[in-house]
């Protein structure tokens, strides 16, 4: 049986069939049903238990162009353990709703989001937003007539994002 194989040829197998070389996008494209729940997990408790801080902790999970709700679902879906195994997270470039001198404001979405991270990835150690999204931000603030609202928002993003203790690397 399975279970009779010494731990290190158990731990190779999780390897071959848990881990990814691109990030993991938990929701199909059409309808955005939750699709990636590896069956090997589902095995037995034994082997969720030996094989989930594989899965989550290795490999990236990509957050981007999702609603606060659907991560708050993914992560009750995959409860807290397993949750603070998540080490490797894609997140769009945090949105905001104003960007005026004094008055620099994130939208409530990016807020939720980040918090959802920052409550429930107690173990993350690195976010990485997407090109898209922060090419995309960097455009929008090149285009602002005043060059201090860029250096305020990125001092609110990089607050957010150090928010979360356990970081060790942003790429932005």
Request: with cysteine; hydrophobic share 35%.
């Given at each position: 049986s399975f279970l009779t194989l010494p731990s290190e040829l158990r731990n190779g197998i999780?390897?071959?069939?848990?881990?990814?070389h691109e990030p993991i996008v938990p929701?199909?494209?059409?309808?955005r049903q939750q699709k990636f729940a590896p069956g090997l997990l589902r095995a037995n408790k034994f082997i969720h238990g030996e094989a989930s801080p594989l899965f989550y902790g290795q490999n990236r999970f990509s957050f981007i162009r999702t609603t606060p709700e659907e991560i708050a679902s993914f992560l009750d879906q995959i409860g807290s353990?397993?949750?603070?195994?998540?080490?490797?997270?894609?997140?769009?470039?945090?949105?905001?709703?104003?960007l005026d001198p004094g008055d620099i404001t994130l939208e409530e979405d990016s807020v939720d989001i980040l918090a959802n991270i920052w409550n429930?990835?107690?173990?993350?150690s690195t976010l990485?937003?997407?090109?898209?999204?922060?090419?995309?931000?960097?455009?929008?603030l090149d285009n602002l007539e005043h060059n201090t609202v860029?250096?305020?928002?990125l001092k609110l993003v990089d607050n957010h994002f150090r928010a979360i203790s356990s970081l060790q690397e942003i790429v932005v």
């Open positions: 999780y390897e071959l069939i848990l881990l990814h929701w199909a494209e059409y309808g353990r397993n949750a603070g195994y998540i080490r490797h997270i894609l997140i769009d470039f945090p949105e905001f709703l104003y429930r990835c107690t173990n993350l990485t937003t997407s090109l898209y999204s922060t090419s995309a931000m960097e455009s929008r860029s250096n305020e928002v």
